[in-house]
């Protein structure tokens, strides 16, 4: 688990330092709302489920928020799917990072 967490750590700061000029400021909202809402959700349910289901949970709840923002977004605005990329990313991110014991 410690290896994993190195490599996510690794991974997550090569692209804050490598690309994170580049990337806009849209794609930065759909991975942080998603992280928080993934991150939150995961935290709570963990008292009631094991932490694995808690984060299967929060993953799901998460990616479903940013998939209905888009869903959406195809009637009302401009849809991408490089956004659903972002909220996979941001709430498989949020989920994993709770679970991380320091």
């Not at 490599?7 to 806009?24: F, H, K, R, V």
């Not at 923002?69 to 972002?86: Q, R, T």
Request: charged share 15%.
């Amino acid at each position: 688990m410690k290896k994993i967490c190195a490599i996510l750590l690794t991974i997550l700061l090569m692209c804050i330092s490598c690309e994170g000029q580049i990337i806009p400021q849209d794609k930065m909202l759909h991975f942080s709302a998603c992280y928080i809402i993934s991150s939150g959700s995961s935290t709570l349910l963990s008292y009631k489920y094991t932490k694995k289901q808690a984060m299967w949970m929060g993953i799901g709840l998460g990616i479903s928020v940013g998939i209905a923002k888009e869903v959406y977004d195809i009637k009302h605005g401009h849809s991408d799917m490089n956004d659903i990329y972002a909220d996979i990313l941001g709430a498989t991110m949020g989920a994993v990072v709770v679970r991380i014991r320091f």
